[in-house]
């Protein structure tokens, strides 16, 4: 247990080091666009003012690609964002509640265990997705909303839900998201160093399952916040 302890700390420095290095600045300028074509710049950075939305864009403005710089400044900005501390003691209570991977106990520590696991399988994911697998297959990591002229609510949904299969080369061509689905999988995989009881195939596919899925819903989410947030919030805001 107390290797498991030391991997943990390890990796969690390790993430912190690395943060700082490419964290420093907020909002760093991507020196691939000119400061005229940032596509999200009209796209809200919270959905329901708390979730990060930094990787967003336009689909029906001309396309532009993002460099490396960039794409891990999204994974950072996901895996550091305040709001990912509260969904890792989420998921922590859970798996403590259900008794999910049962080596590492319960109690005080038990939970400690559980947040850090859990806190690990977020930034690992977001890493590998948004960043490392970009990079090296050259793809843009960005959901890129087609708004109101993609067509019904029905057609948005599905475009929305089949990106964690297609995304965009660095090129703008539509391109099988081996980012996502390598990434996921990847972090499923090294997960394992810390989930000694969960290391067989079914628990493996399961877990690939609900963090593709996640994403997906994600994406959901993504497409249709601008259009809740007109139709509620800021009609609320009129009548006051």
């Known amino acids: 247990m107390k290797i498991k302890a030391l991997k943990l700390k390890a990796f969690a420095a390790i993430l912190t080091f690395t943060s700082a290095v490419f964290a420093q600045d907020p909002t760093p300028p991507d020196p691939s666009q000119p400061a005229s074509s940032d596509q ?9 003012g708390v979730l990060p939305n930094y990787r967003t864009a336009d689909a029906n403005t001309p396309y532009q690609p993002i460099s490396a ?9 996901d895996s550091f964002d305040y709001p990912v501390y509260f969904t890792s003691a989420v998921f922590a209570g859970f798996n403590q509640l259900s008794d999910t991977s049962p080596q590492f106990g319960q109690g005080v520590e038990g939970f400690a265990k559980r947040y850090a696991a859990s806190y690990a399988d977020q930034t690992l994911g977001n890493m590998m997705t948004e960043s490392f697998y970009p990079i090296m297959f050259k793809q843009d990591p960005r959901y890129f909303r087609v708004g109101k002229n993609g067509g019904s609510t029905m057609k948005r949904t599905g475009y929305a839900l089949t990106r ?19 990434g996921n999988s990847t972090a499923v995989a090294i997960s394992n160093l810390y989930y000694t009881d969960n290391r067989n195939l079914h628990d493996n596919v399961q877990k690939l399952s609900i963090q593709i899925g996640t994403d997906a819903l994600s994406n959901v989410l993504k497409e249709f916040w601008p259009d809740i947030k007109e139709r509620f919030f800021k009609k609320k805001t009129k009548d006051n």
């Open 40 to 48: 999200s710049a009209s796209i809200d950075k919270r959905v329901f």
């Open 164 to 182: 964690v299969f297609i995304c965009r080369s660095d090129k703008g061509t539509p391109v099988f998201n081996i980012s996502e689905i390598g």
């Open 69 to 77: 710089k960039r794409k891990l400044w999204i994974g950072f900005k």
